[in-house]
């Protein structure tokens, strides 16, 4: 009898949750492009010619990168169940989650690692922008919404001639089905424990494989550019250290709010940790 993976593995100190998200098959995932167009990953991109994840390795302005996998099936939008990963039946978000993204390769089976977001937020519901975009190319490229969110610094696009057949997943029994994301950590599939701990490898370094920073998305030269800077530095040298708690100090907040302020409102929030609207739409920024 083969003993089920653990919910996530212990790496650098401490227990890593992880899922696998498929998504279409690009060379770099940083917008819109007719030279690099998206291939399988579904009826949707095939018969569109575009999909939510293009912009899935692109930095925006806050120093994160935002990424979508497809929850839809027909007419509903499906939640993840990040209870899985670890989370409280009523969070709305999961930190410290390490999301590996796989895709078709060249648009054709078998899938294959893409690529990595480390230490990211994986949200159980959809996220829309609601017009207030990390970048101007969302917009653009209509970019609506997502799912993960990750530092610019965490996120490892794997070369395009380096994913092969190595990096593949299988099909059946024990591996991912239909929906877009698996969480791995039951299967019984002497294969699919290998490749994960393959993948498990690779993102901790152990095992080096050739790739590339997302691409820097800013536009240079703009005013406010070092106060940016400025601010990344900021987080990167204090909020990074104080996570989980300041999630769990965010949350609290937010439950408070919700019991305290009539009509509450949380609308996106990309350049500060919390914004909410109170029911007369007076907006206070946290």
Not at 58 to 65: K, M, R, S
Not at 103 to 128: F, K, S, T
Not at 175 to 200: F, H, K, M, P
Not at 231 to 245: D, G, L, T
Request: with cysteine; proline share 5%.
């Amino acid at each position: 009898m083969v003993a089920p993976l653990t919910r996530g593995w212990f790496l650098g100190g401490r227990t890593h949750a992880y899922a696998f998200c498929s998504i279409s098959w690009m060379k770099n995932y940083a917008g819109r492009d007719p030279k690099d167009p998206p291939k399988g990953g579904g009826g949707f991109p095939r018969s569109q010619g575009y999909c939510g994840e293009e912009l899935n390795f692109l930095g925006c302005e806050d120093g994160c990168v935002y990424g979508h996998f497809e929850t839809s099936k027909g007419d509903i939008d499906r939640q993840v169940n990040i209870q899985r990963l670890g989370a409280d039946r009523s969070a709305d978000f999961v930190d410290e989650v390490d999301v590996v993204w796989t895709a078709p390769i060249e648009g054709n089976d078998p899938r294959c690692v893409v690529g990595w977001h480390r230490n990211a937020r994986l949200y159980r519901y959809r996220q829309n922008f609601q017009g207030v975009y990390p970048l101007d190319r969302h917009r653009k490229d209509e970019t609506d919404s997502f799912r993960v969110r990750a530092k610019v610094e965490d996120a490892f696009l794997i070369d395009i001639g380096q994913r092969n057949l190595k990096l593949a997943l299988g099909r059946g029994p024990g591996w991912s089905g239909q929906a877009s994301w698996w969480y791995a950590e039951d299967t019984e599939n002497l294969e699919a424990r290998r490749i994960v701990r393959s993948i498990r490898n690779l993102i901790s370094g152990k095992e080096i494989v050739p790739g590339t920073k997302p691409k820097d998305g800013r536009k240079k030269g703009r005013a406010g550019e070092a106060a940016a800077h400025e601010y990344c530095r900021y987080v990167r040298a204090y909020e990074a250290i104080v996570s989980p708690r300041h999630s769990k100090l965010q949350k609290r907040f937010v439950d408070d709010l919700k019991g305290a302020v009539p009509g509450v409102s949380f609308p996106p929030s990309f350049r500060d940790d919390l914004r909410y609207v109170d029911g007369r739409g007076r907006a206070t920024m946290a």
